[in-house]
């Protein structure tokens, strides 16, 4: 079973800079759809971003320019660099993998366990 694991979360202040990082435990087909979700207290969990495995991205309007996702499929491990951020940020932060560009918007194949993001005004 394979087993995603998020790090890089934490307390940054406003305007600062975070590097998320998902690492799986085994190895995922390098033709999966990768993603990161969020999940704000009281709120639905959302995709905020996704690579397919030829390098396209797609961002969710609240975060482009600030956000950037990428893969790496030799570590098998992948990563979104969030700049710039803003209070409405603060989330709770997931990565997913599925096995394509549908299943990444609804149900994903695999989850991470989550890794929590706050910013302070």
């Known amino acids: 079973q394979v087993q995603l694991v998020e790090s890089g979360g934490g307390l940054v202040q406003a305007g600062g800079s975070l590097r998320l990082s998902c690492a799986a435990s085994?190895?995922?087909?390098?033709?999966?759809?990768i993603g990161w979700y969020r999940q704000a207290p009281g709120k639905e969990r959302d995709l905020v971003a996704a690579?397919?495995?030829?390098?396209?991205?797609n961002y969710a309007d609240s975060v482009k320019g600030r956000f950037t996702i990428r893969r790496d499929n030799a570590k098998n491990t992948w990563y979104l660099q969030m700049n710039n951020l803003k209070a409405e940020d603060t989330a709770e932060y997931y990565c997913?993998?599925?096995?394509?560009?549908?299943?990444?918007?609804?149900?994903?194949?695999?989850w991470g366990q989550g890794t929590r993001v706050t910013v302070s005004s």
């Open positions: 997913a993998a599925a096995r394509n560009t549908v299943v990444i918007r609804t149900t994903p194949d695999l």
């Open positions: 085994g190895r995922i087909f390098s033709s999966y759809v």
């Open positions: 690579i397919t495995s030829g390098g396209t991205t």
